[in-house]
């Protein structure tokens, strides 16, 4: 079966950066796309970045120009790059996997078929 692993959370003053990894294994759909969503207590789960498989990649705007999204194929492991990170950064993190119309709605989370358990960020003032 498939699984995804997140990785690389943790907490952070603001300002400073992190740098999320989901490694996913029993992947066969790795032209599919992929992507981050987060989660913070009270709040809806909202679509952070998602990359395509013909690598277009598509960003929140609260994120954008802070965070990048990037994969390696041989490897299949998800990154994302958090930097300039905010308090209202605070939030669970989840990898997601296999959206087949990415193309279309790279940032909807009922798309995804697979997910990971994920990881926590928080960012202190």
């Known amino acids: 079966q498939v699984q995804l692993v997140e990785s690389g959370g943790g907490s952070v003053q603001a300002g400073g950066s992190l740098r999320l990894s989901c490694a996913a294994s029993g992947y066969t759909y790795s032209t599919y796309c992929m992507g981050w969503f987060r989660q913070a207590p009270g709040k809806e789960r909202e679509g952070v970045a998602a990359?395509?498989?013909?690598?277009?990649?598509s960003y929140a705007d609260s994120v954008k120009g802070r965070f990048t999204i990037s994969k390696d194929n041989a490897e299949n492991i998800l990154y994302l790059q958090m930097n300039s990170l905010k308090p209202e950064d605070t939030a669970m993190y989840y990898c997601a996997a296999d959206n087949p119309y990415g193309g279309i709605w790279p940032l909807s989370a009922h798309e995804y078929l697979y997910w990971g358990q994920g990881t926590q960020v928080t960012v202190s003032s």
């Open positions: 990359i395509d498989s013909d690598g277009s990649i």
